[in-house]
């Protein structure tokens, strides 16, 4: 799998102000991810992104009990997987995995792409009391008893349990895994993907190279009403001491676009508060404001440079429409 580049603080922040226009989609690991994955509920209610190649190359491990601030990145949106005894089901050592992608909130719907030993983690499904079915082109493993199925001219369609093992996929490079068969299914890919959605490659443009990302529909979820699409990503360190860098990226909606921007760059700053009252400069040094272009869109921008004391993955948990638009709290 080819590595996310590295920039340095200095650099992302010289490019902060350089706008990318055109209509050519962008080459990075994120949109390649986006275009790997289907169109659906789950999916548009938070996609999630992390390149953990560059975590293990670091030489961090997801568990791992150190105060460097990159150390929780290791385990971003593993769901279950990143909990060692509740992974049994599918093997303790994950140590190949190359990326991670989770759709849905929370990230119960989590796929696993690397070198894992495909016949060996069905074999132990199996043996657990899985039971193989068909779900479109894959094979699921599913488990428990409180499975609820839908048949469509005899094909299951969905399963769903309360197990974040309960449907499991397996092949040569791919470990997916979630309650729901259907949303496996659309973890694995399908027609049409969520790069092809409106709005998702402009935000990955915005994004740019970054070692992990979520990005939401704030509509499906029931918050920020002008906001069309956010995503909030982390730029790669090239060492576990640097100081991390987020990427925080809005598409308003095109008729509240002028307020989205007046909120998003008055109270994004240093000074401004979260919706909790809570200045935002607790955690960012430094927030730079742009803009940048993607065929006929305009994607607001701002890069933020963490304090020594916030953990690189502050942003992406935390942030929400409502911390920045007018109607949160003053």
């Not at 992390?50 to 460097?68: I, M, V």
């Not at 200045?279 to 940048?292: L, N, R, W």
Request: contains cysteine.
């Amino acid at each position: 799998m080819r590595r996310v580049g590295v920039l340095t603080v200095a650099t992302v922040l010289t490019l902060a102000g350089c706008a990318q226009a055109g209509g050519d989609p962008p080459g990075t690991e994120l949109a390649e991810a986006m275009a790997e994955v289907a169109e659906s509920t789950p999916a548009s209610q938070a996609f999630l992104y992390n390149d953990l190649a560059h975590w293990r190359d670091l030489g961090l491990t997801p568990g791992q009990d150190t105060k460097r601030p990159w150390q929780d990145m290791a385990s971003f949106s593993l769901g279950a997987f990143g909990v060692p005894e509740r992974r049994d089901p599918v093997g303790g050592d994950l140590s190949g995995a190359e990326r991670a992608i989770s759709i849905g909130i929370p990230p119960d719907t989590v796929r696993l792409d690397g070198d894992f030993d495909a016949a060996a983690v069905r074999d132990r499904l199996v043996a657990a009391g899985g039971a193989p079915r068909r779900l479109g082109e894959h094979e699921v493993i599913t488990r428990g008893e409180d499975v609820t199925a839908t048949s469509e001219n005899g094909m299951l369609v969905q399963t769903s349990t309360d197990d974040p093992f309960g449907n499991v996929a397996v092949t040569g490079s791919v470990i997916a895994a979630s309650p729901s068969g259907s949303a496996v299914r659309d973890v694995l890919g399908g027609s049409p993907t969520l790069a092809g959605k409106d709005g998702y490659l402009a935000i990955a443009t915005c994004l740019g190279d970054v070692a992990a990302a979520f990005i939401m529909d704030p509509q499906e979820v029931g918050s920020g009403p002008e906001v069309r699409l956010q995503g909030v990503g982390v730029r790669p360190p090239a060492s576990a001491t640097d100081r991390p860098v987020s990427v925080v990226c809005v598409l308003p909606q095109a008729a509240g676009h002028a307020a989205v921007r007046g909120d998003f760059t008055t109270r994004f700053t240093t000074e401004g508060k979260n919706r909790l009252g809570k200045p935002f400069g607790d955690h960012a040094g430094e927030i730079v404001h742009d803009e940048v272009g993607f065929e006929d869109l305009t994607v607001l921008r701002a890069t933020v440079r963490h304090t020594d004391a916030t953990s690189a993955s502050f942003f992406l948990r935390t942030l929400a429409p409502e911390d920045y638009q007018e109607s949160g709290p003053s």
